[in-house]
């Protein structure tokens, strides 16, 4: 290995077969689910019978190299648009697809383990908001070929993150039952209002969703919520003469301001106000790929509200934070003023590779490190992910 100290990349991420959502798939909900189809001679993805924009190329050949954003994220020295920043794109590696190939990479990268998050997948459930039958069969189809690619606990190196949606919280449940029995570590939610029936949308920490913390919390199983499409620029943007549809590489800073990272704090607000927290105390959440910049204003917000309505609140909701929440910071954010509001022991290290959003190589994180000691660096890097996680071989 390139690096003597054991690595758990908390955010890792795979490019999805062409199959993933169509290998399990309902046949009987096939033209409201995920499918392929021609179009003007490209293969384009179908998701509740429209065309798909989450990824501009959903087969992932070519693909954008590690890290080709690394510099655009850090200032931008050479005011390049974000296609200039993407540079060439390169052919598809085997090691985003292939298990075996994955691990014989992490080998020459220093990665004790790594925990896998789909790159297509974090648009499906959006696309799917008003068909929750389609939405529920499409992350249970697709929990199964992650299972069988690339698995939910692989020689305790690869640690699969199955998708998890809410909008039936009978079947959420059902779902957690089987992945349980199947050997799940963590699951992925979206960090969203939940659809409901009605075609309206409903808080997180809505009572009826109870069962499903409550299964997670006695189970001990963490919850991920990744970056991906919260529905905010379908929500906001075009109120305000803004791009409406979510797309990585785009080019309306309008809503790239009005969005940016609002899921994600109001997805936490959401767990602290309306008492998940204080109704399932074993309950744990990462926040991965949303940076960090977030939480102090959460924090200030809720200290706020706690000093208007004492009421709702059961603690001081700093220490709520600080108890139930973990955190991958972004590499450009301040990460000693990170561990000041929420403590080391809740950064996470986490990579983004192989996205162009992330770096050429996981450890390049390190650089960001130089102002914590040893036993901290140590924490960030693999000690914490390894406690979120609980005992994994």
């Known amino acids: ?50 065309v798909n924009t989450y990824i501009a190329n959903p087969t992932f050949d070519p693909v954008a190299r590690p890290g080709a954003l690394f510099d655009w994220y850090r200032g931008n020295p050479k005011g390049q648009t974000i296609v200039e920043a993407f540079g060439e794109l390169e052919p598809l590696r085997s090691e985003y697809r292939d298990r075996d190939a994955r691990l014989a990479v992490m080998d020459e990268q220093g990665l004790d383990a790594a925990l896998l998050f789909p790159t297509l997948g974090c648009g499906i459930e959006e696309a799917l908001r008003e068909d929750i039958p389609a939405t529920m069969a499409s992350m249970s189809a697709f929990n199964r070929w992650l299972e069988e690619d690339w698995g939910f606990d692989h020689e305790g190196r690869i640690i699969g993150a199955p998708m998890l949606s809410l909008a039936d919280p009978a079947l959420a449940v059902a779902e957690i039952e089987s992945l349980l029995e199947r050997g799940v570590r963590i699951v992925h939610v979206r960090p969203a209002p939940v659809p409901a029936a009605d075609g309206s949308s409903k808080s997180l920490g809505d009572t009826r969703y109870d069962p499903v913390w409550a299964s997670l919390a006695e189970a ?20 305000w003469g803004g791009r409406g549809e979510f797309g990585f590489g785009n080019s309306d800073p309008l809503a790239q301001v009005l969005v940016s990272d609002r899921a994600i704090h109001d997805t936490i607000a959401s767990l602290v106000l309306h008492g998940v927290f204080q109704r399932h ?4 959440v990462a926040s991965i790929e949303n940076g960090s910049d977030w939480i102090a204003l959460l924090a200030k917000r809720l200290r706020k509200q706690a000093n208007q309505t004492p009421w709702v609140f ?46 050429a190589q996981p450890l390049d994180f390190a650089v960001e490190l130089d102002a914590f000691d040893e036993s901290q660096t140590q924490r960030i890097l693999r000690d914490n992910c390894r406690e979120l996680l609980g005992s994994v071989s």
Do not use: K
Request: charge should be negative.
């Open 1 to 50: 290995m390139s690096s003597a100290r054991p690595i758990f990349d908390f955010d890792n991420h795979y490019y999805e077969a062409e199959d993933a959502f169509t290998r399990y798939q309902d046949r009987r909900l096939r033209s409201r689910g995920v499918r392929w189809a021609e179009i003007d001679g490209r293969r384009r993805l179908l998701v509740g019978g429209v």
């Open 220 to 239: 001990s199983i963490p919850v991920a919520f990744h970056l991906g499409d919260s529905g905010y620029q379908r929500r906001f943007a075009p109120a």
């Open 281 to 284: 105390p074993g309950l744990r």
């Open 314 to 359: 059961a603690e001081d909701p700093l220490e709520t934070l600080r108890r139930h929440v973990w955190v991958t910071p972004y590499l450009e954010e301040d990460l000693t003023a990170l561990a000041e509001t929420i403590g080391v022991e809740r950064i996470l290290f986490g990579s983004d590779w192989p996205h162009g959003e992330g770096v």
